[in-house]
């Protein structure tokens, strides 16, 4: 079992920036890899980002491309999402999984943090 918890979510001008936090308990990252999603209102939750153990992979979205930057912290089983140039189509609740890799479904979720970009 993995527990997940995020963090550091919250309302922010569009431009600025946020940076979300996933920790993780129960079972370190052994392997496989750490995901983020989001949901917004209405619609379904999509991919954002995601990172495998050890930091050596990693993978993004098209629409946060050089704007978000995934981060994985082994000693303190933390993985991070620095989020600059947010966007107001960025607003939704974020959560991260864990996942066997980068491109599998997450076993495992966190209940998720909301962010919220006004124009």
């Known amino acids: 079992q993995v527990q997940l918890v995020e963090s550091g979510g919250g309302l922010v001008q569009a431009g600025g920036s946020l940076r979300l936090s996933c920790a993780a308990s129960g079972r370190t990252f052994s392997n496989g890899a750490i995901q983020w999603f989001r949901q917004a209102p209405g619609k379904e939750r999509e991919f954002v980002a995601a990172i495998s153990y050890g930091g050596g992979i990693t993978r993004y979205t098209d629409s946060v491309k050089g704007r978000f930057t995934i981060s994985l912290d082994n000693a303190k089983n933390t993985v991070s999402l620095q989020m600059d140039s947010l966007k107001p189509d960025d607003t939704a609740v974020y959560y991260c999984?864990?996942?066997?890799?980068?491109?599998?479904?997450?076993?495992?979720w966190g209940q998720g943090t909301q962010v919220t970009v006004s124009s």
């Open positions: 999984g864990a996942a066997g890799s980068t491109r599998a479904i997450p076993a495992y």
